[in-house]
């Protein structure tokens, strides 16, 4: 395991760090500096590639010796993973959770193998808190309720009903959970807003296509599309392409992420709204590995920043987008 002498020794040489440590050592735990094993959900989105490079090119930077495995959207993959960084010993765990549930047994494997669990992204409903150090991440009950918030704005205007269809994240998740649930809360305020159908879509282009082509077989009056992220929205505005619609016209979509395709799609007005996610969680997440490993004291929640664009807005920033 990690020494904590070590500490004081990383934090003056982090920068001077550009190698990962072997981690060959018996301990698990390398001679350089932190041993992280790090669990991801898969590589479904923009939104998780982006997510996947920062926490990659951060552990680099900060020397940490990072342990990544793609579990495939998988959680019985996720569990095997953490299982096998118990077994290897690492310094520290950080995952983020395919779904919210069925954690409990695993956590507790961790914790009594004294190695500190951080919740990077998504989170756990483990009612038991102490299984983990810190959960790091967006608060996806605010980001559905800006979307929400948006649309109710923008119909104010407008007299009679508004059928809208909702492309669910991966059902389960925290986000596809939250995200529901936000904008269901902000939308209540104006009676004319129903949700007139709502399939899970997984979070990926495929999945957003094929949904969409079956509500736009099932439903003839869709005004509006709610997607969960940008991926599922572009590969909605396809379907609505390919049945002779106009996206953002004929229908409207508001997403989440702000990924660099998405918001692409929002300057041409394909979009009409996307609520921002950030995924650059990495440089955070070595602070919170360091100090965990060093046996300080972290919050317990830390809620990432973000904001929302228009199309005028989206054609602003977009060039200097990093994901
Ligand atoms: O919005 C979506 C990704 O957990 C916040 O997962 C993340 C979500 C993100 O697949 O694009």
């Not at 996947?52 to 959207?73: E, N, R, W």
Request: proline share 3%.
């Amino acid at each position: 395991m990690f020494k904590k002498s070590f500490v004081t020794v990383i934090a003056a040489t982090t920068l001077a760090l550009t190698a990962c440590g072997g981690g060959s050592d018996a301990g698990g735990g390398s001679d350089d500096g932190i041993t992280m094993g790090f669990a991801q959900v898969g590589a479904e989105s923009g939104w998780r590639t982006a997510n996947t490079k920062s926490i990659q090119d951060s552990a680099k930077a900060a020397g940490v010796d990072l342990k990544f495995s793609d579990a495939q959207q998988k959680q019985e993959n996720q569990i095997k993973a953490i299982r096998s960084y118990i077994q290897q010993q690492v310094d520290v765990i950080a995952f983020s959770p395919v779904v919210e549930s069925g954690w409990d047994t695993v956590l507790k494997e961790a914790k009594d193998a004294d190695i500190p669990v951080i919740l990077t992204d998504r989170s756990v409903d483990s009612a038991d808190t102490s299984l983990y150090k810190t959960f790091l991440g967006s608060d996806f009950v605010e980001e559905g309720k800006k979307a929400g918030d948006w649309l109710v704005e923008d119909s104010a205007s407008t007299d009679g009903p508004i059928n809208i269809v909702e492309l669910q994240g991966t059902t389960g998740a925290a986000p596809a959970i939250d995200r529901k649930e936000g904008f269901e809360a902000a939308i209540a305020a104006d009676p004319d807003l129903t949700i007139v159908e709502s399939q899970t879509g997984d979070f990926t282009r495929s999945g957003g296509k094929q949904v969409m082509e079956a509500f736009l077989k099932n439903t003839p009056d869709i005004d509006v599309v709610y997607a969960h992220n940008d991926d599922m929205g572009l590969g909605a505005i396809e379907a609505i392409e390919a049945a002779g619609k106009v996206p953002g016209k004929d229908i409207k979509i508001i997403t989440v992420d702000a990924v660099k395709d998405g918001m692409t799609a929002l300057s041409e007005g394909k979009i009409n709204y996307i609520v921002e996610c950030n995924p650059l969680l990495g440089e955070q997440l070595m602070d919170l590995a360091a100090k965990v490993v060093a046996g300080e004291e972290v919050p317990a929640r830390v809620v990432t920043e973000e904001s929302a664009f228009t199309p005028e807005q989206a054609k602003e920033v977009l060039a200097s987008r990093e994901y």
